[in-house]
C-alpha cells in the first residue's frame, strides 16, 4: 500500500511498547503501540475499549526506553479493535524526542531490509 492510498502524510514505522490511554481522565486503558509516525499511531487495547471516531484521549507509551504523553483523537476504529489516532499536542521537547526516535526506528528499517538484488 503507498502513502497516498492510506491517506497517511507521513510514513509509520513499526515498533512495540506498552501504552496507557485515558478519555477525560476517568478511565485507563492498557495495551501496544504498534506503530509510529509523528502525526499518530495504531495501538491495540488489551480489551475492549468502546472508542469511536473522534473521540479524545490522553495517550502515554514508551518505545525503545523513551516514554511519550501526547493528546490523540481516534481516526479509525478496526473489527480487532485496534485504533488509528493522530496526535494532536505534543510539547516542543517531546515534538523533538519523538522525531529522534523516528529517525532511529527508520535507520532500524532499513537495516532490516533485505538488499534489492
Known amino acids: 500500500m503507498n502513502q497516498r492510498t492510506e491517506g497517511r502524510k ?5 515498533c512495540y511498547g506498552p501504552i496507557e490511554f485515558r478519555v477525560q481522565d476517568w478511565y485507563t486503558f492498557t495495551g501496544r503501540i504498534l506503530n509510529l ?3 499518530g499511531c495504531f495501538i491495540q487495547p488489551d480489551q475492549p475499549t468502546g472508542y469511536t471516531v473522534g473521540e479524545r484521549l490522553n495517550l502515554r507509551f514508551k518505545v525503545n526506553h523513551l516514554t511519550f504523553l501526547v ?3 481516534v481516526r479509525r476504529v478496526a473489527p480487532d479493535g485496534t485504533l488509528g489516532v493522530e496526535i494532536l499536542l505534543l510539547s516542543d ?10 529517525e532511529e526506528l527508520d535507520s532500524t528499517t532499513l537495516r532490516a531490509q533485505p538488499s534489492e538484488q
Open 10 to 14: 507521513t510514513r509509520r514505522y513499526p
Open 37 to 39: 509516525s509523528l502525526e
Open 71 to 73: 493528546q490523540c483523537i
Open 93 to 102: 521537547r517531546t515534538r523533538r524526542q519523538l522525531k529522534e526516535l523516528i
